[in-house]
């Protein structure tokens, strides 16, 4: 009883009331572990009716924490998982120890309290959903909770070497069934997923734990997974690797069980020694193994130590290599052609004479700097211009939905930013109501976001018109793919010194090419070049957007 006791108190047990040692001992002590002890009542008996009274035992404080995947954004239901931090390391509360990437963003998963991770339950750059669990972290670095000196019991003998084994409760095993068998169905499939093909990534006779992943169901879609009901071991599973499954199909059966853990306070005695007395003897004093026999020394020099190229290639040497595409980059090529596949795509072209605008910047970035805080660029004045210029030419800010046109009495513009990781779209919102500061502020702001891979899907949903500058690349000229549903993309350049004819002479003057991409199911010619004409006029003479004509 008293190295039972001891035992679960090493593991952290904490009682409302002290257990009787028949009690205790009567019970397997599968019940008091942490997975499945919530609160255990019994009550009197007439066998022993002075023995067994009601007792409650509280959960165990193990301080170890399992770390789900964060909320993930609506329409968004897997990505796949990077690590950051390995198993051993140390981390901080709040710390970001890995990040999830979708096809629309990059989600941290960030460590809830400060400690050391013990264990990655899975595997990196594997795909995970809503409530996978991914990591447990053992809170301020997997101390055991400390024992008074009256109550801890006396050091155990060392033992005899054996071979290094985990620390963590002991396993179950099918050779002491605690339970009946389990059956494991299919998961839930989502809407339109009738059927799957199924990947057993454990055999009969592993054990696993609660909510273990012990296989994948791919389906057309995403793929599912399927994990144990509890702690035990596979003792029959029901189909085929890599057989077609259904809703509802029983695949797999869990047995649970349990073997009695070693404690540290009754370790196994090594051989030909005798039964140990309580209490246990102190430690012994480790034997110094008897020193070997020395080997003849050679007096023929060394090998020399084979030669290391590393990555040096032989001249002329050609490779390739292969690498998963992310995410991101998978979807952002489904939306791509999917444009192309979908819309009449017809591009069209103008250039802009970008002396005023910037003689304007040239005169006023000080003073808008010190008032703002942030740069006057050109994105603002073209994004104001294309506010105006879509109000007045609503069919360019609409959309079509199947047999109707949706038309819109607002302006949100999608900006595209190039990111290492991909091409993103944050969109500003309500922006025919915005001044030039406060549309280069929102561009400060969602820029920061995008390039710290710190963008919500609200940042990107939406949008009705689409800018992308490619100009900053040094791109001279170009036609720019629409970004479904909307119905026009506008194309800036690089701004470049060109003779042109003014007043009947040449001269030099920094021009932009611009382009406009529209879908011309929706938008005819004559919308398209007259709301081309209506974006370089307002930039090349910025008093039209104030005086709003």
Known sequence: YNEYKSYLRMRGIRFSRLISPRLLCSRPLASYTRRTMERTHLTPTSSHPTSFRKYSVTRILFDVRTVETPTFPDSVTEGDIQWLKEVGDAVEEDEVIGEIETDKTTLPVQSPVSGVITELLVADQSTVRKGTQLV???VGGGAAPALDKASAPPPPPVPAPVPAQDASPAPFSAKAPSGDPITVKVPTFPDSVSEGDISWLKEV????????VIGEIETDKTTLTIQAPCAGVITSLLVDNKSTVTKDLAVAVVTPGFVAPVSEATPAPPPATAAAAPPPPPPAAPVAPPPLPKAPVSTAPPPLPPLDLGDVKPPGMRSESRVKMSRMRLRIAERLKEAQNTAAMLTTFNEIDMTNIMALRSKF???????HEVKLGFMSAFLKASAQALQEMPEVNAFIDGKEIVYRDYVDISVAVATPKG??????RNVETMSYAGIELALNSLGKKARDGALAIEDMDGGTFTVSNGGVFGSLYGTPI????QSAILGMHAIQDRPVARG?????????YIALTYDHRLIDGREAVTFLRRIKAAVEDPAILLLDI
Do not use: S, Y
């Open 365 to 371: 970035k000080d003073d808008f700097l010190k008032k």
């Open 482 to 485: 629409i970004n479904l549903p």
């Open 423 to 428: 091409l993103v779209v944050p969109v500003l």
């Open 205 to 212: 006779g592993d054990t696993v734990d609660a909510d273990e």
């Open 504 to 512: 009947g002479q040449v001269v030099i003057r920094p021009m932009m």
């Open 136 to 138: 447990k972290i053992d």
